[in-house]
């Protein structure tokens, strides 16, 4: 194929993409098809030493996911339990499934790796989502509700889940 022809079409799968992840005026906070521009996201793997009690294993008991669909922690009360996302350029869909005590008050949405060497090659980064399906703020506190009087940052999870508008 010729570049100019090439460059073309290149150019419209673009702005096709862009046209795609673009936030509309007509999409709620909350709604699927949300999308998030700026997410600050942080990898984690199981043989890290603070998650080395819980082994291979999610906070809902899965087993932690690397493939096409994956893991990731994240504050329960911003991105609940069961949230689908996808991330600009990347066509692996993650789930939350897992929480960290780190992530509690922040938006920043931790991204499970297979090893060390993968969860250091992907650092920190800045991303834009694309919420596929919210999750549930009521699965996320029957999960977390049993935990509180573990820790305290399941607590802060807990109210905040249970101070959010009806």
Known sequence: MNQPILLCLLALCATAFAEEVKPSATTPAG?????IAGVRTTAYTHTESDHIEYGPR???GTLLKHG????????WSIYP???????QGDPSLYIV????????????????????SAMNLWGTRRVTIKVIKWG?????LAILKPRAYKASHVRRMVASIESRPA
């Open 31 to 35: 709604t699927p098809g949300q999308v």
């Open 58 to 60: 999610t906070a809902v």
């Open 68 to 75: 096409q669909i994956r893991s990731a922690a994240a504050d």
């Open 81 to 87: 339990v069961g949230t689908v996302f996808q991330i």
């Open 97 to 116: 499934d897992d929480y960290g005590s780190a992530l509690v008050g922040t938006k920043t949405i931790d991204l499970y790796k297979p090893s060390h």
């Open 136 to 140: 549930s703020f009521a699965k996320s």
